[in-house]
């Protein structure tokens, strides 16, 4: 989703990158080019131009001009811009009862069953889905059937003649023997009263904790004036993104906190129930940054936990390049770069170069050999690998001593988050986002 808007970034601060002093004027130029790089996105003009006002106080403040490290101090504060404008707020949500609603397509039946899917095989918590949508001739079935080959319980005690308010009461009746309902609403293709005021009853009826706005980012702007609407009516507790997967630009994911005053929650990545991710500002950025986002790329991993071939890893302070090795066999195995190549920081500048001598998944493999080319003992302890130990590894694997410390630095980057994770408890961290 911003592919383009970090493209045209990293392109900017290239060129400050190659110029070495920078004038007032070559500063004047950048925030006018990263002016245009936003518009281009689809940003928000008002957001547009708080962006580009923050920025310029902040250039100011800091006397970029006489620093040594310009292009840094902008990247920066280009970075904490974008995560104050993607939503610095809160990013759990509460399970026990949610209520999604959106306009017709918008992707409401297919997140109900993703975010049930997520809170009862990441949570372990007992799920019921309930349909509310009456009107759209196939949405019950196609939310029974997701529920179904999900193994997620459906709410099927309805007469068809029901309304979506008398099966909301009749849900509700039953919810407390779930530990979390998830109520998928009707749309309808455009904003309109008697949807308003339904949504309003039910809600009233069911009195969840999160009601979530799915919105099309493909829609573009139009998407936030929707979002702005409903919020109004409802007083929505979040946003689900949906399509981020396709070719839409990004404004509306940096424009929507300042637009609608409501957090994004979640994205949807696609078509499948398990093509969800939360959203954490910090992580985006640093993905449109090219920072990486090796939090999300552990995560991926774990989550993927393909369980028999991680269960010997050590993790923690014990993590080891061995673990290191393992994980790099589990990345092949969930997509391979491609998949991941998001995460991967500083691999942006590369995509292009990579994709066309189709090098990437050689990336891993070579990463592997480095590790393949060490001894046991250095395998276990990498604190022994100093510089003659990285140069024999490099000629092992007839690579360069450069690759061999991204290597390690990339292991010890994943040791710490693990070890963070360990320390703090692994479950504690993977349920920090949810409240009860
Ligand atoms: P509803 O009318 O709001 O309930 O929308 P649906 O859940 O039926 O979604 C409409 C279409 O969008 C379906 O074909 C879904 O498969 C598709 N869809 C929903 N979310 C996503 C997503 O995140 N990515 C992609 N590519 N397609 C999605």
Do not use: W
């Not at 250039?59 to 104050?84: A, F, G, H």
């Amino acid at each position: 989703m911003f592919d383009g808007l970090s493209k045209k970034l990293l392109s900017i601060f290239d060129r400050m990158r190659n110029k070495g002093v920078l004038t007032e004027d070559d500063i004047n130029s950048t925030v006018r080019e990263i002016r245009v790089s936003l518009l281009e996105a689809d940003v928000a003009l008002s957001v547009v131009k708080n962006f580009i006002e923050d920025i310029k106080l902040k250039l100011k403040d800091r006397n970029v001009i006489k620093s040594v490290t310009p292009e840094q101090t902008i990247v920066k504060i280009v970075y904490d811009e974008l995560v104050k404008f993607l939503g610095e707020g809160d990013e759990s949500f509460n399970y026990k009862s949610i209520m999604i609603v959106g306009l017709q397509g918008s992707g409401k039946t297919t997140t109900s069953a993703k975010i049930a899917n997520l809170v009862q095989k990441k949570l372990n918590k007992k799920c019921l889905l309930v349909s509310l949508d009456t009107y759209r001739p196939a949405a019950i079935d196609q939310l029974r059937i997701l529920a179904k080959t999900n193994s997620i319980d459906f709410f099927e005690d309805f007469a068809v003649t029901n309304t979506p308010i008398e099966i909301a009461y009749k849900a509700y009746e039953i919810a407390n023997k779930y530990d979390a309902v998830i109520y998928d609403t009707a749309g309808r293709t455009y904003l309109d009263d008697a949807m308003m005021e339904e949504l309003l009853k039910i809600k009233s009826i069911v009195t969840p904790k999160d009601v979530f706005l799915a919105i099309d980012i493909m829609t573009g702007q139009s998407a936030l004036n929707t979002a702005k609407s409903f919020n109004d009516k409802l007083n929505l507790t979040g946003l689900i993104l949906t399509r981020v997967d396709g070719e839409a630009r990004g404004g509306v994911a940096l424009s929507a906190k300042s637009v609608t005053n409501c957090q994004i929650k979640f994205i949807g990545t696609g078509e499948k129930v398990g093509d969800i991710e939360a959203f954490h500002p910090e992580r985006i950025a640093s993905r449109i940054l090219d920072k990486g986002d090796v939090i999300s790329l552990v995560e991926k991993a774990i989550d993927a936990n393909i369980a028999d071939d991680v269960s010997n890893v050590k993790v923690g302070r014990e993590f080891d390049l061995d673990g290191m090795e393992t994980y790099l066999k589990q990345i092949e195995k969930i997509g391979g770069m491609k998949g991941i190549m998001r995460f991967i920081p500083g691999i942006k500048q590369m995509q292009a170069k990579l994709s066309e001598t189709g090098m990437s998944d050689k990336v891993i493999t070579r990463q592997i050999a480095i590790i393949r080319s060490m001894t046991p003992k250095e395998r276990k302890n990498p604190k022994i690998l100093d510089a003659s130990r990285r140069k024999r590894i490099a000629n092992g694997c007839g690579q360069n001593v450069s690759d061999v410390n991204k290597l390690v630095q990339q292991y010890e980057q994943i040791k710490t988050i693990m070890m963070k994770m360990t320390d703090d408890g692994f479950m504690k961290n993977m349920l920090r986002n949810f409240r009860h």
